[in-house]
């Protein structure tokens, strides 16, 4: 009887642990198109600047996924390289922006970052992860978040 006990929670373990690795992870396209919509929308970009403002943010998408994925478990070393990785995409996005549309990315850069964030947290919810630790808070239905 006790064989079977344990065989049958073996199997149940077993088959938990099979399915938590199996649950998807957010692929850097899925994240880079979400950020990329809202700018096109948010910028009103041409089909030029839409190109180009997605492959830098699939860019980015992939080198914070790596840092994520590399610096599991210590946020502050997650926070400070994407950080860096950031400002590289705003180096990036000066050339590819107007005057007018960069600065209106510039003032609602934060805000794009809780987004993405928020989006990396829900759908990491939704598939069965544990998310990512973020410290923006929504106030209503304005997009006003606080980080760091």
Do not use: W
């Not at 794009?112 to 964030?117: G, K, P, Q």
């Not at 928020?118 to 606080?146: H, I, L, Y």
Request: neutral net charge.
């Amino acid at each position: 009887m006790k064989k079977l006990l344990i065989l049958t929670c073996m199997v149940f373990s077993g088959a938990f642990a099979a399915s938590a690795q199996d649950t998807p992870g957010i692929s850097a396209q899925e994240r880079a198109t979400n950020l990329s919509h809202e700018m096109i929308r948010d910028l009103r970009l041409n089909n030029y600047q839409s190109t180009k403002v997605n492959e830098i943010n699939l860019d980015v998408a992939k080198q914070m996924l790596a840092i994520e994925k590399q610096y599991a478990g210590n946020q502050e070393k997650i926070n400070e390289l994407c950080n860096g990785v950031c400002a590289e995409r705003d180096l990036k996005l000066e050339n590819v922006l107007s005057t007018v549309q960069y600065n209106e990315y510039f003032g609602d850069r934060k805000n794009l970052v809780a987004l993405d964030r928020q989006f990396m947290s829900d759908t990491n919810k939704s598939r069965g992860g544990n998310g990512v630790a973020s410290s923006e808070t929504a106030s209503g239905s304005s997009r006003t978040v606080s980080i760091n």
